[in-house]
């Protein structure tokens, strides 16, 4: 027979395993996110006659050897200007202070918004997960700036989940607001994770990776706005979408890394 005081010891005893495993999965994300950090940099651009020469433009994350920095296509699609000294950068480390390098940008994709950029040292390298897609509902982390660099370079990680696989498409109110580009997407569509977690414009580059084992699944590229884009980082819309890490590790080959 079961007395009170032995359900009581069974609540008791689950109850403290329930902690402790949140606290164990606690002391395991943080350890993660502390090994992820070296690797996430900011990438910009040097402009010698700007008022601020050295600017922050979007994310990015080492992979492959070290000397190879993932990033959104449009954080360097910006043409530079030949009459005047400007070139693409890369920041690393944390603080006021972080060290620069400069990068060349080695390798585009402009239709899964992709860009591969290389520095002379070597950074801690993040893996780059398999071509195979994530799974909804999977526990993810991403590491960027999603408000640059106003204070100095402190990257900040966001969690969430993948929502959905979905074609890169975000509908319209009715035809008329077709855009060229979005009737191509909708003959021609690739697949993207559109995720539940908050990212800002500065995120765009950002490593998405897995919660558990630290692999990259895909690299952030927007978000959905719901207001106006003055309003984001007031009102933010908690959706946002992420190139899968296939069409990265696609590239990279393309151009003979060795990315795996």
Known sequence: MITKNCVYKII????????FCGATNATEKTKLV???????VGVGLYDAMSSSTHQLRGSGFAFGDGTLIATNYHVVSEAL????????IVFSGTGRQPKIHKAEVIAKDPVHDLAILK???KLPAMVLSTDDYADDGQ???MTGFPIGSILGLYPATHRGI???LTPDVIPSVNSSQLTMTMRNRLENPFMIYQLDMIAYPGNSGSALYDAQSGEV????????IKETKEAVLEK??????AIPVRYLRALGKSKGFTVD
């Open 12 to 19: 008791c005893v689950v109850f403290s395993l329930i902690v």
């Open 34 to 40: 502390k090994k992820i950090k070296p690797s996430i």
């Open 81 to 88: 200007d030949p009459q005047v000294v400007q070139y693409h």
């Open 119 to 121: 520095i002379r040292d």
């Open 139 to 141: 526990d993810i982390l």
């Open 162 to 164: 993948i929502a959905a």
């Open 217 to 224: 699944l895909g690299i952030l590229n927007k978000v959905f």
């Open 236 to 241: 933010p819309s908690g959706i946002s979408y």
